[in-house]
């Protein structure tokens, strides 16, 4: 059974940075494809990037191409999403999520199974 715990959302003005952190335990995180999701307030979670596993491919919703970058950490079985260039649209909780596979499935990982329990970003000035 993987668990996911996320960490690093805050207040942060427009423009900003944060890095998003994914500590995974309890199964071999290397074999599963990790993505993110964001929930903003009254919307539906929408996923925003994913990283498979292996030989590592990374993908990304159209709004945050550019200014975000997925990538993970295999020695510390932690997934990160750094976040540059913050928009107040970005504003959400951030889940990070494992796949049941090794891939993607677009931008989200094939059949997500495991969910961390979020993160709040807020951008505002």
């Known amino acids: 059974q993987l668990h996911l715990v996320e960490s690093g959302g805050a207040l942060v003005q427009p423009g900003g940075s944060l890095r998003l952190s994914c500590a995974a335990s309890?199964?071999?995180?290397?074999?599963?494809?990790i993505g993110w999701f964001r929930q903003a307030p009254g919307k539906e979670r929408v996923g925003v990037s994913c990283?498979?596993?292996?030989?590592?491919?990374?993908y990304y919703a159209d709004d945050v191409k550019g200014r975000f970058t997925i990538f993970r950490d295999s020695a510390e079985n932690t997934a990160y999403l750094q976040m540059n260039n913050l928009k107040p649209e970005d504003t959400g909780v951030y889940y990070c999520?494992?796949?049941?596979?090794?891939?993607?499935?677009?931008?989200?990982?094939?059949?997500?199974?495991?969910w961390g329990q979020g993160t709040q970003v807020t951008v505002s000035s």
């Open positions: 999520a494992a796949g049941e596979y090794h891939y993607c499935s677009g931008y989200e990982p094939a059949a997500p199974g495991y």
């Open positions: 309890g199964a071999t995180f290397n074999y599963y494809a």
């Open positions: 990283i498979t596993s292996g030989v590592v491919s990374t």
